[in-house]
């Protein structure tokens, strides 16, 4: 009786290792460059805090699995070694009382455990949230709105939206990009997973992160705290370019919005609409601050914070009826005439 019982849990067991190694074949075959370049894997950071939380999650996750397979194994051995035989009769199993060492074991061993995962994560945490500023690190300031970003520049003078702009951070010479966090309505979350962890944005109560990402690339993330009915849809588009590339784009950016004479009736609609109460463009009337700066709006490849990409079309559509593309957006309808619309989307092709 005793042989057949081995030999059912041998084969059990071989059925259960032949799973394992099947589930295991099937994971590391499943396309794992495609796994890996996910751009919101949590499992590849490119960044020095996405990649002080990885390091600290797998520890935790080896002590928490370590103490899993103890008390299983224990577990395991008590119901097999203890379990009810057929001449206990329905007696009880003697009774004992009082271990002063198995009492002590698991009192002082669960909390050495404790302060073990407490000193590693609040190592982690000072790391990244008490990191001096170093004289070369880019600084900008994060604004959360419903339903978009805003990004400014403070030092550069640059205002843009929704996609944010950071040169690669070379490890042998670090130019890490500290952000501000400020919220103008309600809580919002700032999180790129590959870059940083989850940073809050309150009202009132400005925060603070930073970010060295040391690949170019680009990095997608969102709003991560409910905001309100566009809050999936509050999108983010982290652009990590190389030092030239970001020198680049900086001086675009600092440039007033270009003036063509072609597409002057567009301008005029825009101005003489509830546009420029909204929205920005420099070196115009526009000095909105409700909405996004517009003045290179078509060296973004996305509207709406990333809720639709940037194209004519896609622009016509968001102009005449944001509730499109984004329902429950905060902006309004402007309901123009054909001949008016086509004039605005002309010129707003040429903010570049």
Same mark, same amino acid.
């Given at each position: 009786?005793?042989?057949?019982? /081995? ?57 928490? &699995?370590?103490?899993?397979? =103890? ?7 008590? @119901? ?9 009769? &329905? ?21 050495? /455990? =404790? ?20 004289? *070369? ?10 339903? %978009? ?16 702009? @950071? ?36 009202? *009132?109560?400005?925060?603070?992160? %930073? ?13 991560? #705290?409910?905001?309100? @009915? ?19 784009? =900086?001086?675009?950016? #600092? ?35 409700? &909405? ?51 004039? @605005? =989307? ?7």
């Amino acid at each position: 009786m005793m042989r057949r019982t /081995i030999f059912a849990d041998l084969v059990t067991g071989r059925k259960l290792t032949l799973l394992a190694c099947f589930f295991v074949a099937t994971v590391a075959t499943a396309e794992p460059t495609n796994f890996l370049s996910r751009p919101t894997n949590i499992f590849a950071p490119v960044s020095t805090p996405a990649k002080s939380i990885l390091h600290l999650s797998f520890f935790v996750l080896v002590i928490t &699995g370590i103490i899993f397979a =103890v008390v299983f194994t224990l577990l395991a051995y008590a @119901v097999i070694k203890f379990r009810g035989r057929a001449g206990d009769a &329905g007696r009880e199993p003697a009774q004992v009382y009082g271990s002063t060492q198995i009492e002590l074991a698991w009192t002082v061993i669960p909390v050495l /455990i =404790v302060v073990v995962l407490y000193l590693a994560t609040a190592r982690v945490i000072h790391a990244v949230q008490d990191a001096p500023q170093p004289a *070369n690190a880019v600084e900008v300031t994060v604004i959360g709105h419903q339903y %978009w970003w805003e990004f400014r520049y403070p030092k550069l003078g640059i205002v843009t939206a929704n996609e944010l702009h @950071v040169p690669v951070s070379d490890p042998a010479h670090p130019t890490p990009t500290f952000l501000n966090l400020l919220s103008a309505d309600t809580d919002h979350s700032f999180w790129v997973p590959k870059l940083a962890g989850k940073t809050d944005l309150i009202p *009132n109560h400005p925060n603070r992160m %930073w970010i060295d990402p040391q690949r170019t690339g680009i990095f997608l993330g969102q709003c991560a #705290q409910y905001c309100g @009915v566009q809050h999936a849809k509050m999108l983010l588009r982290v652009s990590v370019d190389s030092p030239e590339d970001f020198a680049a784009w =900086v001086r675009v950016q #600092q440039q007033a919005a270009v003036q063509d004479a072609s597409v002057a009736a567009g301008k005029r609609v825009f101005e003489t609409t509830a546009c420029i109460n909204c929205h920005a463009i420099a070196g115009t009337n526009a000095n909105g601050r409700f &909405g996004p700066d517009l003045t290179h709006l078509m060296s973004r490849a996305t509207i709406a914070s990333g809720a639709a990409q940037n194209t004519p079309q896609n622009l016509r559509v968001w102009i005449q009826n944001p509730n499109a593309i984004k329902p429950g957006s905060l902006m309004p309808a402007m309901q123009l005439s054909d001949a008016d619309l086509d004039a @605005v =989307v002309s010129y707003m092709e040429t903010l570049r």
